[in-house]
């Protein structure tokens, strides 16, 4: 069983950035992969990024290539999600997600969610 709590969210302006952790609780974590999702209010919930156990393998959505890194300190049990060059289309609760793969998997292979993050982005 692994519990993931979300936690750096807040209100930014237009071009500025954010730091989101994710710590997960259980050995379970060193051998999981970490997702990234958000969903803004009145829309489905989008994969933002995602990093492999072993941190050499991420993916990242088209909409935040290049503004998003997301990272991983094993030894901390803890995933981050660089956020930079925020836009206001940002603005959305973020969820860490984990699951015990080799690889990086498909997006609904997640087994354990925190429990979000709000992230607003004034413009």
């Known amino acids: 069983q692994v519990q993931m709590v979300e936690s750096g969210g807040g209100l930014v302006q237009a071009g500025g950035s954010l730091r989101l952790s994710c710590f997960a609780s259980?050995?379970?974590?060193?051998?999981?992969?970490v997702g990234w999702f958000r969903q803004a209010p009145g829309k489905e919930r989008e994969f933002v990024a995602a990093?492999?156990?072993?941190?050499?393998?991420?993916h990242y959505a088209d909409s935040v290539l290049g503004r998003f890194t997301t990272s991983r300190d094993n030894a901390k049990n803890t995933a981050y999600l660089q956020m930079n060059s925020l836009r206001p289309e940002d603005t959305a609760v973020y969820y860490c997600?984990?699951?015990?793969?080799?690889?990086?998997?498909?997006?609904?292979?997640?087994?354990?969610w925190g429990q979000g993050t709000q992230v607003t982005v004034s413009s």
């Open positions: 997600a984990a699951v015990t793969h080799p690889g990086l998997p498909v997006r609904n292979a997640y087994s354990y």
């Open positions: 259980g050995r379970s974590f060193r051998s999981s992969a």
């Open positions: 990093i492999s156990w072993s941190a050499d393998e991420t």
